[in-house]
Each structure stands twice: as C-alpha cells, then as structure tokens.
C-alpha cells in the first residue's frame, strides 16, 4: 500500500513539476522572442535615437519613443498614487470595520470591477469622463492623459483592495491585542500595526496593480487621445501599448515600421520585469 502510495506521489510530483517548468519555458520563450524580433530595429535606429528620441513618424523614418515611455510612466505613477490610498482605505474597512452585509456587499461590487472587460471602461470614460473633463477645464479635447490616469486608477483598485484585504486578514490577532492592551486605540492599531505587518501583501497589491495599469491598452487608447506628444496631463497622449494596437494593423511585414513595434514591447517588457524586480526587492527587504 505504501509503495502504491510513494509511487502515485511520485508521479503528481513529476507532473506539477513538468506544469511548473513550462510555464518558465512559456516566460523564456517570450523573452527570447522580443529580444529576437525587437533588437534589429534598435540596432538600425540606434539605441539613443530609439529611446531618448522625442519625434515619432514613421513616414520620415523618425522613430523616438520617449514620449510613450514617459506619458506610461506618469500614466501608471499617478494612476497608484490616486489607487493606493482609496484600495488600502477600503481593504482596512473591509477587514476590520465592516459588518457581514455591508461586507459582502461591497466584495461583490469589487469582484464585478475586477470583471468587468476593459473596453467596457474605455467605453464609459468616453462616453461620461471625457467630455466631463472637457467642460469642467474649457479644453478643446477631454481626451487626455488625466482621462488615462482616472481611468487606470479605477481599473487597478480591485486587484489593490482584493489583495490587501487577504494581507490584512492574515495579520495575527496576537499583534492587534497587544497594541490594544498598551492602550493604542482600534484606529491606531489598525493603521501602525496592522497595515505594517501586511506591508508585504500591500506591495503585492501595488505589483499587480502597477502590472495591470502598465499592460492596459484597449481602455486607454478610448480616452487619452491616442497622439504622440510629449507628456501632459490636459493634452492627448499615447502609451506603449497603445502606440503598438494602434499601428500595428497597417505597418507593413518586414517594414523597420513593424520591426520598431516589436522594439517597443520589448522595452515594455523588460521595463515591467524591472518594476516587478525592484518592488519584489523592496518587499523582501522590509520583511528581514
């Protein structure tokens, strides 16, 4: 009977194991892929050109993305600066105020944000938020990277409040008590202990959230205008993700048009990684 047991957990043991090496393989191969297809085009316009360069037109030969790195940079850093405190905020209601109702009620309606298509929220930003911004700021256009941060900020709360929820709930009762027995009151005890020791799943929270704001492209393309100027928050922006579905469609194969495309995921990718890299860092940091 044992050693039909070993051997039935040997098995599950090689297959998990096999799951787990092909989705290495599967990151590996994207990586190997973008690197392939993205490098030949940097190579030929220069790496400095490529990144530092702030004219995009594909028509002259000018291909400078910097105005796409830096409109996804304001976009994703401003989208977490409003998201963060509203996600963190409500994740402390949840796990400490909330009553089993009133709970599960906004749960539900977190759940149904974290649902809900993208280009559901590009429809809705179009529709109701950019001529919104239009009237309240006189411009000739609502369709701005304020349109874009507003947009992202209501996209990443759910992965923010659903995950900072679960690391508050995780927190030792032990640690709450104690603070409550040195005289802290609930609202003290709650925001220097608790929030602290689930500083962790927070920065998860924040990963994910800034994952998410940095891969959208369906929703942002509806609302920010979709032009490639320099970044400014009442004035019609392009990302990285954008500039790649927008053009995409009409590069011709094998053109350095399609070649440079495949160069900015590939810049989009390491620069996530990147991101990922230095608050995974951070996190395990804060934990020693």
């Known amino acids: 009977m044992k ?27 994207i990586s190997v892929y973008l690197i392939i297809s993205g490098m030949p085009a940097i190579t030929k316009i220069g790496f400095a050109n490529f990144l530092f360069g702030t ?18 940079v304001y976009g994703t850093i401003g989208a977490v600066i409003l998201g963060l405190p509203l996600g963190i905020l409500t994740a402390v209601f949840l796990s400490k105020y909330a009553g089993k109702k009133s709970g599960r009620l906004i749960r539900s309606a977190v759940e149904l944000l974290a649902g809900i298509p993208s280009v559901v929220y ?21 369709a701005t990277l304020l349109a874009a941060i507003l947009v992202l900020t209501v996209m990443i709360l759910p992965y923010i409040i659903n995950v900072s929820t679960t690391a508050l709930d995780a927190v030792p009762k032990e640690y709450e008590q104690g603070s409550l027995a040195l005289g802290a009151t609930e609202t003290e005890t709650y925001f220097k202990v608790s929030i602290h020791a689930a500083r962790s799943g927070i920065a998860t929270a924040v990963i994910q959230g800034i994952g998410r704001a940095l891969g959208e492209a369906m929703a942002i393309i509806m609302v920010a205008g979709n032009v490639a ?24 194969y094998g053109s350095l048009h399609r070649e440079v495309l495949f160069s900015i995921g590939l810049v989009l990718f390491i620069f996530i990684i990147l991101v990922n890299v230095v608050l995974n860092l951070i996190a395990r940091r804060e934990e020693k």
Do not use: D
């Open 3 to 29: 050693k039909k047991l070993n051997l039935w957990e040997k098995i599950f043991h090689g297959v998990f194991f096999a799951f787990g090496m092909l989705s290495v393989a599967f990151v590996l191969g």
């Open 55 to 72: 004219t995009w037109n594909p028509g002259a030969g000018l291909f400078g993305i910097l105005p796409f790195i830096l409109t996804s």
């Open 122 to 142: 590009g429809l809705v930003g179009m529709i109701v938020l950019v001529p919104a911004i239009q009237y309240i700021f006189s411009l000739s256009s609502g």
């Open 229 to 252: 100027n320099m970044p400014s928050l009442f004035g019609s922006v392009r990302f990285l993700t954008t500039a790649i579905v927008s053009e995409m469609s009409y590069a011709s």
